[in-house]
């Protein structure tokens, strides 16, 4: 008998391992029937997750763990069986902005200690004339854009929460709010960094590839209750979400990958997008025409193993905005939200996962 599982997701590149589990069987293949639900904002997702309008989501990797932790919101425990991917952000930014920076800076614009020094230089002019501070958007508070952001800025002396604003926009939303002049800059995920370069009025700046290598960015979610009473169910999905990484993770199948993403009721944009950020070639719209990038989104099994060592990464990310204090508690709780028995169990041995992320920036 095929169980349905409700899952929400929000239209981004990364979902598409819960897409190919539903459009390539490997869902069925392990008695289940996927029923996806897109969301526009992360808040939603949490929301309904918690409450149990949602089996299970496409969770932001962070947001899982302030979830169980209580931070911003009531405490609702969750695990996280499975990553569905690493890396994909990138920081874009107005034309307007790229060219102030271009004129700061002092060497390589296209190193982020070098493009951060001049937004500090531009911070301080602009405060020196008593004008408003630049406006950075990140997707939410408990989120890889978020930390990608700070960062890259306090690599060259920007004080986050004094030089520059720092709003939420859910990814739908960031490229008008650029095109608007409500924001200078944002942190997002595929493909709205490559959708919002083809306006014509903006930059990627830098890949989340060169601030941190092998970083946690989405995840399946799972309330922890759910999990206890139904760990075949997650075992089967765990399943069914690693064999629909390694179907993503063959450049033969990027093609048909892409049309899957595109389809209206997913991302509704060109496949032909889809596919050039899949070859990772994510057009940048500066001096460059193009960034490639081999990992800047990794959909591989050796990706998809949740690690003690990305919660340590992600629990720091915290403390250092500020959300939350490092205590041995907190440490074990954050720990707990990534399983990795959960996946070991479903999956057995997948060979190197990827260990610690790496800060570059």
């Not at 596919?275 to 193009?290: C, F, K």
């Amino acid at each position: 008998m095929t169980k349905t599982i409700r899952i929400g997701f929000i239209p981004l590149l990364d979902a598409a391992l819960l897409v190919t589990a539903r459009d390539e069987g490997f869902a069925e293949a392990e008695g289940l029937s996927l029923d996806l639900v897109r969301e526009v904002s992360w808040a939603n997702i949490r929301d309904k997750l918690n409450v149990g309008l949602f089996d299970a989501a496409h969770i932001l990797t962070p947001a899982a763990i302030a979830s169980s932790l209580g931070l911003g919101h009531v405490t609702v425990p969750m695990v996280v069986p499975v990553n569905l991917n690493l890396n994909g952000n990138a920081i874009t930014v107005s034309r307007q902005l790229y060219d102030q920076l271009a004129a700061s800076a002092d060497g390589d614009l296209t190193q982020p200690a070098v493009s951060a020094r001049a937004l500090k230089r531009i911070c301080e002019a602009r405060r020196a004339k008593g004008e408003a501070p630049l406006t950075f958007a990140k997707t939410f508070p408990f989120s890889m854009h978020h930390y990608h952001l700070r960062i890259w800025m306090k690599a060259g002396g920007v004080n986050p929460e004094e030089d520059v604003r720092l709003v939420v926009i859910p990814p739908p939303l960031m490229a008008k709010s650029l095109e608007n002049g409500h924001i200078d800059g944002f942190c997002v995920g595929a493909p709205w960094n490559a959708l919002t370069v083809a306006g014509g009025g903006a930059v990627v700046l830098h890949l989340g590839t060169q601030i941190v290598a092998d970083c946690p960015e989405k995840a399946l979610g799972v309330l922890g209750a759910y999990a206890a009473r139904r760990p075949e169910t997650i075992a089967a999905l765990t399943r069914a979400l690693v064999k629909a990484g390694r179907w993503c993770s063959d450049p033969a199948n990027r093609p048909l990958l892409a049309r899957h993403m595109a389809h209206h009721d997913v991302l509704g944009i060109a496949p032909q997008v889809i596919e050039t950020i899949l070859d990772g070639l994510l057009p940048l719209g500066g001096a460059s025409p193009a960034a490639p990038s081999s990992h800047y989104i990794r959909f591989d099994p050796g990706a998809l193993r949740p690690e003690p060592a990305q919660a340590d990464f992600l629990l720091g990310q915290m403390v250092d905005a500020g959300q939350t204090e490092d205590t041995p508690d907190r440490r074990d709780a954050a720990r707990a939200v990534l399983s990795t028995a959960s996946f070991d169990e479903a999956c057995g041995s997948i060979g190197t996962s990827v260990g610690a992320p790496r800060l570059l920036a």
